[in-house]
């Protein structure tokens, strides 16, 4: 009689196993916005309307000018799209402190980072 129980049980540990596993695998899509609060008239607001993309983080430079250095951030506002931690692209400001790049452009190329995973 127990033997169903832990058949039942296995199953389900393996079920759990799987979620963990699809949740956590490949075409994991991250976006960094690079900015200052000097520079909070450019600030990008429309990142959140991105789809696809399972972390959106903001990251003041001026905060944390570790994380600058890390990814030799230049200007800003810079945003870079990772796919399983390594850098996709980038997009940066150019010479007035605005970001030319539009949701549209983003988007394509999260995008194509996930066509590439099939």
């Known amino acids: 009689m127990k033997d169903p129980v832990w ?7 393996v079920f759990l196993f799987l979620i ?7 075409g994991q899509i991250k976006v960094v916005h690079y900015n200052a609060t000097w520079n909070n008239g450019n600030k990008v607001t ?12 903001y990251i003041d430079i001026a905060k ?3 994380l ?3 990814y030799e951030i230049v200007v800003v506002p810079t945003i870079i799209v990772f796919k399983d931690g390594e850098e ?3 997009f940066q400001a150019d010479i007035s402190f605005s970001i030319k790049a539009k949701l549209e452009d983003i988007q394509e190329v999260i995008d194509d980072a996930l066509m590439e995973s099939f």
């Open 68 to 70: 600058q250095k890390k």
């Open 88 to 90: 996709v692209k980038r």
């Open 46 to 57: 429309w990142l959140k309307n991105l789809n696809d993309v399972d972390y959106l983080k």
């Open 64 to 66: 944390y000018p570790d």
């Open 20 to 26: 963990v596993l699809g949740s956590t695998g490949y």
């Open 7 to 13: 058949k039942i049980f296995a199953l389900y540990l």
